[in-house]
DNA sequence: GAGTGGTCTAGACCACAAC
DNA sequence: TTGTGGTCTAGACCACTCC
């Protein structure tokens, strides 16, 4: 793996692992070159990474200080999987698949999926418990040019995982939007609405390394059990 | 400034105006080293910055392949004021300034603010008017070490232009928080409501260059007319 | 003055894509 | 084979903070 990623994974555990104790700052660059025999500039580029996940603030003149509040963040920030987020909050969740299949595209898939006009597209419909009431819808349309076979098994666990490490499929890049909308007959169908008159709908396009758009979400929560926590950096002007 | 900003700037200056007629990519790095005569890795530094506000995605061995739908984005991502965006939106907006005082620090500020117990803060009420109709209340509280002197005059325009044009207070990054809440009696009073049950709440705090928290708001909005919009990138693993 | 991070350079080698 | 972006280096100079 290249060195600024090694280092950077190396800097994140000791950050979460208060491997500097009660230290507020991290050594300065040239300590972390020397310690990790590595160019300022490779540092450099770990510290980097390390800002924009919001681990650190680098100070002009005094050095890097560790920014403490990130572990009690809700991690939904970024391109992040349901069981990733369930699993690093300690809830009982489980996934129904309501529906797996192809379809053909129709209008709103031709232009959220980059495919032609009834192209067969994988659909995947799940049913998100969390403490055993039925709070997230997720359907979730992916191009079958990167995805030739998909399973039920595979759907309720993570397709997530699946995508990255058996079909390896590089994730780069992801536009989310977020609207408040009325229940459709399908929330109220597969959800427990609990009289809620809103849903809140994540909507995402999801690409890959080399632009290719293979992945269209429609994510739809019960307003009571949505929470969306975002880092911003302030970059370039 | 920086070479690397400014030809940020060019780039993406170039990028909105389709500098490059029908291209889908720009120059080879080593085009542009020498067309601005600097180093590659400086226009690598450009690029980056590019890449991270959703301009550009790089494709190892090809190129740097220009992203089209940035400029149909609804500007809500990162840290971005109400005036920018009704700006950038062409809608008719008008803000109200409901309150303008100092108060003393409660519990919540003393947390969110990272003030003394009972240490005076600025604090300001607004409403948004969108088209007319009352839709968006903010609640804004700054740390008085900061700001000085502020005036009802600096609310109505945007107080974002006057930290950072007049006080030049250096922004850096800020962490939010969206849930969805029930209207409070606050709401009732200074908003249209139309009926609607539920408002989206955006809790943020916002930091300056050196770490030291200035600024936390409570942005009120009728779920009907709220978006948020998201470009996220994988990095680092 | 000593130490910190910020910028910039010229050059090297690599993995990958296109021809 | 040629060109592309990705990584890494050693060294330079600067602005800033702290003492």
């Known amino acids: ?36 025999e590595v160019s300022r500039e490779t540092i450099r580029k770990s510290l980097d990474l390390l800002a924009q996940n919001g681990f650190i603030q680098k100070v002009r003149g005094k050095g890097s200080v560790i920014l403490d509040s990130k572990k009690f ?33 129709n209008e709103i898939l031709q232009s959220n999926l980059g495919v032609r006009a009834k192209e067969p597209v994988w659909k995947v419909v799940r049913t998100r418990k969390i403490d055993n009431e039925k709070v997230i819808l997720d359907k979730d349309y992916f191009n079958r040019d990167f995805i030739p076979y998909l399973t039920k098994e595979v759907c ?59 992945q269209y979400t429609e994510s739809r929560h019960r307003p009571d059990k949505f929470k969306f926590v975002d880092f911003a950096r302030r970059v370039g002007n």
């Open 1 to 36: 793996m290249e060195k600024y990623l090694t280092i950077y994974h190396d800097l994140v555990e000791k950050i979460n692992k208060a491997h500097w104790k009660d230290a507020k700052m991290l050594p300065s660059e040239n300590e972390l070159a020397l310690h990790y």
């Open 156 to 214: 309720e666990n993570s397709v997530y995982e699946y995508l990255e490490n058996e079909l390896e499929l590089p994730i780069s890049y992801a536009r989310k939007e977020i609207v408040v909308e009325e229940p459709t007959v399908e929330d109220e169908d597969l959800l427990d609405l609990a009289g809620h008159s809103n849903m809140v709908v994540i909507r995402s396009m999801v690409y890959l390394d080399d632009t290719s758009l293979f």
């Open 73 to 105: 963040d809700f991690p939904v920030s970024g391109i992040v999987s349901f069981k990733e987020l369930a699993t690093s909050l300690d809830l009982q969740v489980e996934t129904i698949v309501n529906e797996l299949s192809i379809v053909e595209a």
